[in-house]
């Protein structure tokens, strides 16, 4: 597995984890995950990534599991752009997540980096938010190593785990962000979370700041994930 293809992976397990709570009532995680693929077996064919209108998070989970790779896999930042949009729709039950990929667009770098630097970097912006709370509980944890699934590598699994390790900085994800991916970054790590926390919104201030996002765009991305509002 690349990194590109774990950057789906990981994005959706975490898509998932949000919603654990609710699951864990009616049987799990086992049966969520049974449900997602299976769910996502009825819509392949004529769906796309990530419309809820096409088996939302399942269609997602169920194309990588089917190897078609989807979202981040398509291919540099607009496969990126296309994986936001579609977890964003999924979440909120709306079709193609449209307004903000309208919104990603709009900042695209001069030359677009290497892939597996580009995964590379989301991975981590997830996982760094996703921490930034103080950790990384068990169910989440148990819930992102379901969805990363079998076939990861041996290096994709030390490179998480790595980025499970490192130090929450945002000043140091900003500053590892090429020109022209800030709002893409940004919206990975809102993506990772739900802001409810003071750490987490802490977090996503001093990464807006450090990324130069500003405050109306920062609540356009909360808006697209259905969170909450980091200004008011």
């Known amino acids: 597995m690349s990194l590109m293809k774990m950057v789906t992976k990981?994005?959706?397990?975490?898509?998932?984890?949000?919603?654990?709570?609710?699951?864990q009532q009616s049987g799990g995680i086992g049966k969520m995950m049974d449900g997602l693929?299976?769910?996502?077996?009825?819509?392949?064919?004529?769906?796309?990534?990530?419309?809820?209108?096409?088996?939302?998070?399942?269609?997602?989970?169920?194309?990588l599991s089917s190897g078609s790779g989807g979202g981040a896999a398509a291919g540099g930042l607009g496969g990126i752009g296309g994986?936001?949009?579609g977890l964003a729709a999924a979440k909120n039950g709306q079709p193609a997540g449209s307004s903000l990929e309208e919104l990603l667009s709009q900042d695209n770098p001069p030359e677009e980096p290497p892939q597996e630097e580009t995964a590379g970097?989301?991975?981590?912006?997830?996982?760094?938010?996703?921490?930034?709370?103080?950790?990384?509980?068990?169910?989440?944890?148990?819930?992102?190593?379901a969805t990363i699934?079998?076939?990861?590598?041996?290096?994709?699994?030390?490179f998480v785990r790595?980025?499970?390790?490192?130090?929450?900085?945002?000043?140091?994800?900003?500053?590892?962000t090429p020109n022209g991916m800030e709002t893409q970054v940004y919206s990975m790590s809102v993506m990772a979370i739900e802001p409810d926390h003071p750490a987490e919104a802490k977090y996503l201030h001093e990464l807006a700041t450090a990324l130069g996002i500003g405050q109306a765009t920062v609540n356009e991305i909360h808006d697209s994930f259905g969170v909450q509002r980091l200004y008011s």
């Open 121 to 145: 970097l989301m991975i981590r912006a997830m996982i760094m938010a996703a921490r930034s709370d103080g950790k990384i509980d068990a169910n989440e944890k148990e819930t992102l190593m």
């Open 37 to 63: 693929k299976g769910g996502a077996a009825q819509g392949q064919g004529t769906a796309q990534v990530g419309s809820a209108q096409s088996g939302g998070l399942g269609g997602l989970l169920g194309q």
């Open 162 to 176: 790595a980025a499970m390790q490192e130090d929450v900085d945002a000043n140091k994800i900003a500053s590892e």
């Open 10 to 23: 990981v994005a959706v397990g975490f898509a998932v984890a949000k919603g654990l709570q609710k699951v």
């Open 83 to 85: 994986l936001l949009g």
């Open 149 to 158: 699934g079998d076939d990861a590598t041996a290096e994709d699994m030390e």
